[in-house]
């Protein structure tokens, strides 16, 4: 099942914050309480996760020119194929399409074009 994008304009709020469960802590969630998540090895603008890979892990987007707002200072990075992308200290957020409830980890250290992470604020 795919997520759906978050896409916004202006300066809007695109994340929250929520307890995982099944991590014991606190995970960094877009608007709907799904977690976000990191790839190793994507950061300052190096991007692994493109093509197939988005159907499993469809990337938080903003419209251009829209400012993020959180519980956390968030970035914008663009992606490869022109969309913004909304970051957490330089690394590009992502939902997981095997999370479906609020709270959910399930993508937590699940290992494809690299290893993926919950983002804890």
Known sequence: MAVPMALARGSKTVAGEATAPSLHKSVLTNTKGLTLYTLSGEKNGRFICTGSCLKSWPPLLV??????KGPVALGTIKRPEGKIQVTYKGAPLYTFAGDSKKGEANGEGLKD???WHAVTP
């Open 113 to 115: 074009v690299g290893v």
């Open 63 to 68: 419209a251009a020119g829209t400012t993020p």
